[in-house]
Nanobody
Framework: QVQLVESGGGLVQPGGSLRLSCAAS????????MGWYRQAPGKERELVAT???????NYADSVKGRFTISRDNAKNTVYLQMNSLKAEDTAVYYC????????????????WGQGTTVTVSP
């Protein structure tokens, strides 16, 4: 069984910073792309950032220059450093990974974290 455990959410003031972490555990053979999504109340879930095994990244236009995604392959962990936070960044943030299980290594399977809440408010 594979699961993702997220941490790092909380309440911060505008202009503040947070770092989110997401660690995968279980019978994992390999992990491909890692990413972060977010969903505000009453809105659709949107992609925030992705990172490949080799470290290539892409970001939503709304977070470019403020957020940084990174990964530690030895720890099967992905991070999201969030700086200069704005009120519109308030949302539940979900991490996601595509992985190959030990018992079946042909294709990748998706797995999602439980979500961590980020609230930006004065």
């Amino acid at each position: 069984q594979v699961q993702l455990v997220e941490s790092g959410g909380g309440l911060v003031q505008p202009g503040g910073s947070l770092r989110l972490s997401c660690a995968a555990s279980g019978n994992i053979f390999s992990i491909n792309v890692m990413g972060w999504y977010r969903q505000a109340p009453g809105k659709e879930r949107e992609l925030v950032a992705t990172i490949t095994t080799g470290g290539s990244t892409n970001y939503a236009d709304s977070v470019k220059g403020r957020f940084t995604i990174s990964r530690d392959n030895a720890k099967n962990t992905v991070y999201l450093q969030m700086n200069s936070l704005k009120a519109e960044d308030t949302a539940v943030y979900y991490c996601q990974m595509e992985y190959k299980p030990v018992y079946y290594q042909i294709g990748y399977l998706p797995v999602w974290g439980q979500g961590t809440t980020v609230t930006v408010s004065p």
